[in-house]
């Protein structure tokens, strides 16, 4: 029997027929803007009665809230599969400006929610939560409580939400236009191609320097030319935070992610210091990269070289059905998650012009599906990609018949499921390898992640923190943040590369992201969280799987700390854990080492 072959298109038309133009979702926004209006209206006639009848009208607010929820949400992730598919999409940037819109009002009238629930006194709010149906909801709503007690009245809090449609979110918008239009030029088989941003980075895992040092040349160059633009963009997107964080009295630019993520100051600090102190190994590891390829140090454009004379090449199919294989030997629910996402059209990997760079896991939480975007074009980097983002598809699935409430995990555990899906794949590689060649070519690939976690990522917090300070002082020029990018890198990398990506503030979307703030630790945060998870999931061997699912059920209702206590038995404010973690990061390096100490 032939295995059904995989479509690499994925598949919308059964969420909206007609793409942009498409009646049905006309319809949808609004039917969304509706239920929008609805529940807005029903909080603004709520008076909280400071005694435990007030259950009965909360408990309506929170279906409502669901309803309306659920709508924005399947259109913001339709808006958001039709721009990456194609950026030529004038139609879905207009779509995106309307669900914009409604989010913001829906953020309006959920602040003024949460601050009728600060309104409640402490007593009353006991009584109301010891209603069964609220008990599971104890997390989110004391959360949502706390957190509005920290910001501006409901009417201020309405200002910046409205404002912030045209001032602040429009920035966002604005980099993803100015990017969707950035041709770089490179030259190929005698004629010259005029790539996209995401076609073009591809290149910088060809296996021919010359390629890579050309492609990077003409990399600058492109970004260089809208570096004007871009820092206009980026000044006014975190003025515009800066202020906010002003007017409610936050001093650190620090407190608003680490609340978002709900770890502690004190274990984002021990995760970046037990880095700080096992980076060695790191640098041996480019060091020898770089004598292996016939250089004296790396630069940046050799960190995503492939290390071998093989560029094994591996179809989509062969890709996908390495993936189900994997997945099923750490348990069947994942194995058969990743089949049905591949029968039923779920990924977005066609290799063509006018994609959107990079890669994404989105949910349509009306239709209980999900769906990824990428690039696929056959190495084993694409696999692991095609993983870590089956990884994010397979957290939403394990939270089927959590409410919605207790659904929001923030992006530190989102890419702990991610992590852990990519590294099920990228162990059975190396250990799949066909002889030595391939197992250090995969070997390298797998290191090459750990050096983008644990340095680039370092790289981008520290530039990160260090621009904010900066802008606290008013806007920053180019030449600064080409500067505060390049010591950022340096530091990061421990002086270990010979040329640096001084432009990588422009060409990094994360850093123009408006809906979380310093989208930078928390994957660094996941991939050492995973990895201390999957040492775990090795020990016990068969059976982890239900462990695992409970756990990532509980992402969205607990501290991250309460998480690692409850379902690892750890405290994350203490090194050991970190250590651990590190530690199987450089057992691969040490196995990299070895092997190409000729």
Same mark, same amino acid.
């Given at each position: ?56 009208y ?33 139609? #879905? ?10 989010? #913001? ?39 949502r409580?706390?957190r ?9 809090? !309405? ?40 076609q ?5 895992s ?26 206009k ?28 993520n ?5 274990t ?21 990269k770089?004598k ?35 997945? #099923? ?17 779920w990924?977005?990997a ?25 690039t ?21 699935? !394990? ?10 995990? #923030? ?84 002086? !270990? ?67 690692? !206590? ?6 994350l ?18 196995e ?7």
């Amino acid at each position: 029997m032939t295995a059904t072959t995989y479509s690499d298109v994925w598949n919308l038309e059964v969420f909206f027929k007609g793409g942009s133009d498409s009646a049905e979702f006309a319809d949808h926004l609004k039917v969304t803007k509706e239920l929008i209006e609805h529940f807005k209206t029903k909080v603004h006639n709520w008076t909280p009665l400071n005694t435990a009848q007030d259950n009965v009208y909360l408990k309506e607010l929170l279906s409502d809230f669901e309803t309306a929820g659920k709508k924005l949400r399947q259109a913001a992730a339709f808006v958001g599969c039709l721009q990456a598919q194609n950026t030529e999409d004038k139609k #879905a940037y207009t779509l995106e400006a309307t669900v914009t819109g409604l989010s #913001a009002t829906f953020q309006s009238a959920l602040s003024a929610f949460d601050n009728l629930l600060s309104s409640i006194n402490d007593e009353a709010w006991a009584q109301v939560l010891e209603d069964n149906y609220l008990k599971e909801l104890t997390f989110s709503l004391t959360e949502r409580r706390e957190r509005a007690k920290e910001k501006l009245s409901i009417q201020e809090e !309405a200002l910046i939400s409205t404002l912030g449609v045209d001032g602040y979110h429009s920035w966002g918008q604005l980099y993803d236009l100015i990017v969707s239009r950035i041709k770089v030029p490179v030259e190929e088989n005698g004629e010259v191609k005029q790539l996209s941003v995401g076609q073009a980075a591809n290149r910088f895992s060809s296996s021919n320097r010359d390629v890579r040092k050309e492609v990077f040349k003409s990399w600058e160059k492109s970004w260089n030319e809208q570096a004007d633009y871009l820092s206009k963009t980026l000044n006014h997107l975190s003025g515009f935070r800066l202020n906010v964080y002003q007017k409610r009295g936050w001093e650190d630019v620090l407190k608003e992610p680490l609340s978002i993520n709900r770890m502690k100051k004190e274990t984002l600090e021990t995760m970046w210091s037990v880095i700080s102190e096992n980076k060695q190994p790191l640098v041996q590891y480019l060091n020898r990269k770089a004598k292996l390829l016939g250089l004296e140090k790396l630069s940046w454009f050799d960190l995503d070289a492939p290390y071998g004379k093989t560029e094994s090449k591996v179809s989509y199919q062969e890709g996908a059905e390495f993936i189900e294989q994997n997945f #099923a030997l750490f348990g069947e629910k994942m194995a058969a998650f990743a089949k049905k996402a591949f029968e039923n059209q779920w990924i977005e990997a066609e290799d063509r012009p006018g994609k959107a760079p990079g890669g994404f896991c989105t949910g349509f939480p009306e239709s209980e599906e999900s769906r990824i975007f990428m690039t696929y074009s056959g190495t084993p980097s694409n696999v692991s990609t095609l993983a870590h983002e089956l990884g994010h598809g397979f957290h939403s699935f !394990a939270m089927k018949g959590v409410h919605y409430l207790n659904r929001g995990y #923030a992006m530190n555990v989102a890419e702990t499921a991610s992590t852990f899906a990519e590294m099920i794949v990228a162990d059975a590689a190396v250990k799949n390898a066909k002889d030595e060649e391939e197992k250090l070519a995969l070997l390298d690939d797998k290191i090459q992640r750990t050096v983008a976690l644990l340095m680039n990522i370092h790289a981008r917090f520290l530039f990160e923190t260090r621009f904010y300070e900066e802008r606290k002082r008013g806007p920053v020029s180019v030449e600064t943040l080409n500067k505060l990018m390049e010591e950022a890198q340096k530091e990061a990398y421990c002086e !270990a590369l010979d040329e640096y990506h001084p432009l990588f503030w422009a060409s990094k979307l994360h850093f123009f992201i408006t809906s979380v703030p310093f989208y930078n630790f928390p994957y660094t945060f996941g991939y050492l969280f995973s990895l201390g998870i999957y040492a775990q999931a090795l020990e016990e061997g068969t059976g982890y799987e239900e462990k695992y699912i409970s756990l990532l059920r509980d992402t969205a209702s607990m501290t991250v700390e309460d998480l690692a !206590a409850k379902h690892l038995q750890v405290d994350l404010v203490q090194k050991d854990f970190w250590e651990k973690a590190v530690k199987i990061c450089i057992d691969d390096i040490e196995e990299f080492l070895q092997l190409t100490d000729k």
